[in-house]
């Protein structure tokens, strides 16, 4: 059993950013691959990025590439997802999520473990 817990979220203008934190916690963290995926209002729950246990491979989604970047510290069980020139369509509620099967690259029906999620509010 895997306890994924977020922090980080907020409400910020466009243009500017936030970093988001995901503490784990049971089932040894650094052999999971990570990621992020986010849910706007009406839509489905989306795969943002993900980064492999060791840490050398990451993947996003096109919407964030060069803005979004994705790491982890293996020794404090965290992973980040630091997020710069935020746009109003980042808006939604993010959700770490864990998942021992795949190397980098993850979906919302593989995943072995969700956090219960942080709400991230852009504003124009």
């Known amino acids: 059993q895997v306890q994924l817990v977020e922090s980080g979220g907020g409400l910020v203008q466009a243009g500017g950013s936030l970093r988001l934190s995901c503490t784990a916690s049971?089932?040894?963290?650094?052999?999971?691959?990570m990621g992020w995926f986010r849910q706007a209002p009406g839509k489905e729950r989306e795969f943002v990025a993900g980064?492999?246990?060791?840490?050398?491979?990451?993947a996003y989604t096109d919407s964030v590439k060069g803005r979004f970047t994705i790491s982890r510290d293996n020794a404090k069980n965290t992973v980040y997802l630091q997020m710069n020139n935020l746009k109003p369509e980042d808006t939604g509620v993010y959700y770490c999520?864990?998942?021992?099967?795949?190397?980098?690259?993850?979906?919302?029906?593989?995943?072995?473990?969700w956090g219960k999620g942080t709400l991230v509010t852009v504003s124009s």
């Open positions: 980064i492999s246990w060791i840490g050398g491979s990451t």
């Open positions: 999520a864990a998942d021992f099967h795949v190397t980098v690259v993850m979906t919302s029906s593989g995943v072995d473990y």
């Open positions: 049971g089932r040894p963290f650094s052999r999971s691959t």
